[in-house]
């Protein structure tokens, strides 16, 4: 044999190396392509609140480009929060805890019945109260106990 002819031949090394690779990109495009159509993270099995999904689709089904981590939550319904319910009414709370770009204030979504009393409760943070209807007695204590 001479110089030339043994450039042309592939060997035996030559012909397994590139069969080899050649075998781990077709596996891998065969994997990826099942594995996409094995996707159980695009559907939602339920349950579903349609007309709440469609006015917060970016909550339902996020932005592929949503970090989470550079623009928090501006808003929370308080549909979603607790409702207690009392002798005198009910409430819902929402907090940092559900709200975290809110670190100053609290909201609370509350009804009285006639006659019934909010808990007497203390913070340092301002406080705002709205009466949508009906009217309501509002008593604050200083420092010193005065009202």
Excluded: C
């Excluded at 907090?95 to 670190?103: D, I, Q």
């Excluded at 409760?121 to 109260?129: F, G, P, R």
């Amino acid at each position: 044999m001479n110089a030339d002819s043994t450039k042309d031949q592939v060997s035996r090394r030559g012909f397994l190396g590139v069969s080899s690779a050649a075998l781990v990109t077709a596996v891998g495009v065969l994997s990826a392509a099942g594995a996409a159509a094995q996707d159980r993270s695009k559907t939602d099995p339920g349950p579903a609140n349609p007309p709440l999904d469609a006015q917060n689709p970016d909550s339902a089904w996020p932005p592929a480009t949503d970090s989470k981590s550079l623009v928090q939550n501006f808003k929370y319904p308080f549909s979603f929060a607790n409702k207690r319910t009392y002798k005198g009414g009910w409430s819902r709370e929402v907090t940092v805890r559900e709200l975290p770009v809110s670190k100053d204030m609290a909201g609370v979504n509350m009804r009285l019945t006639a006659g019934g009393v909010r808990e007497l409760h203390w913070h340092t943070a301002d406080e705002w109260a709205i009466v949508l209807y009906g009217s309501a007695r509002i008593t604050a204590i200083d420092r010193d106990g005065k009202s």
